[in-house]
């Protein structure tokens, strides 16, 4: 039997934005991270209309 790990839409986008961060800067795993959290939570408070 295969382990199977239940992954978050909020955490597959927080990855989604991690890469971009990491790919297209000079920041480290941790520095990418926490700023695609805030990017995520950023993106998330937009009102619908706006977007």
């Not at 909020?10 to 934005?17: H, K, L, N």
């Not at 000079?26 to 995520?40: E, H, T, W, Y």
């Amino acid at each position: 039997m295969s382990d199977v790990q239940f992954v978050s839409r909020y955490e597959q986008r927080v990855t989604f934005v991690q890469e971009v961060l990491r790919k297209n800067s000079k920041l480290g795993d941790k520095a990418s991270r926490d700023l695609a959290v805030q990017v995520v939570y950023a993106i998330d408070h937009i009102p619908e209309s706006s977007r």
